[in-house]
């Protein structure tokens, strides 16, 4: 049974803070992703990784870096957070042969403030 | 890069009837299309998927069509039930790139 887990279901910050959003899978899945989802706009990718130490942009990557140094661990981090990037935020690993079903996490929900 | 189109935003059918949603995809290299069914307050989980060698797929109440030609695919949910309330969520993924492309969800009402 893959678990995807997230550091916290709900995190507040303030306008400027450095923020890490942690994910962590038990399966060991090559591929991790992070997605925002906001209402009417579905699910965004932000960054994902095929390996440890490697990372792609997605769609949405600007505001926003992520560190992979071991293979279960993936981070999200908010150089310097705004308003604009209060939402919810989901983690997904999937294995490394192509169509394998992605599993998520069950998010955390970022305001800032 | 693949662009998901997903359609309507919004459904709402009466309890026993039947639920179609419809996305396009933009890239004929697209060969995975899974569909992903998201409780409220909960995760996205997997519910069908198709590959694009198969026209059609079927899992008790819930099937898939896959028309490569147009582009498109369909989820069909037949005897609606009050546990069917969710939001649905297509996506695509071509086989050189393991990223999985969502369409932006149809949030479905089954009304009593």
């Known amino acids: 049974d893959v678990k995807v887990t997230q550091s916290s279901r709900y995190l507040v910050k303030r306008t400027g803070e450095k923020v890490f959003l942690e994910c962590v899978q038990d399966m060991d899945h090559e591929n991790m992703f992070w997605y925002r989802q906001d209402p009417g706009l579905g699910l965004r990718l932000i960054y994902f990784s095929y390996d440890v130490k490697m990372k792609e942009k997605g769609d949405i990557p600007e505001g926003y870096s992520v560190s992979r140094e071991k293979k279960e661990r993936f981070s999200l981090i908010l150089e310097s957070a705004s308003t604009n990037q209060t939402s919810m935020y989901l983690c997904a690993s999937r294995g490394d042969t192509g169509g394998d079903e992605q599993f998520f996490g069950p998010g955390t929900r970022l305001t800032v403030l | 890069g693949e662009n998901v189109e997903q359609h309507p935003s919004t459904l709402s059918v009466q309890e026993g009837d039947s639920a179609v949603i419809k996305c396009t995809y933009s890239?004929?290299?697209?060969?995975?299309f899974p569909w992903y069914k998201q409780e409220l307050g909960k995760r996205p989980q997997l519910i069908i998927d198709i590959r694009s060698n198969v026209g059609e797929k079927k899992d008790q109440r819930i099937a898939v069509t896959l028309n490569k030609t147009a582009k498109h695919f369909s989820l069909h949910i037949t005897e609606t039930q009050p546990e069917d309330s969710a939001v649905y969520f297509c996506?695509?993924?071509?086989?050189?790139?393991?990223?999985?492309?969502f369409g932006k969800g149809t949030r479905l009402h089954i009304l009593p």
């Open positions: 996506a695509a993924s071509m086989s050189r790139d393991d990223k999985i492309i």
């Open positions: 890239d004929s290299a697209s060969n995975y």
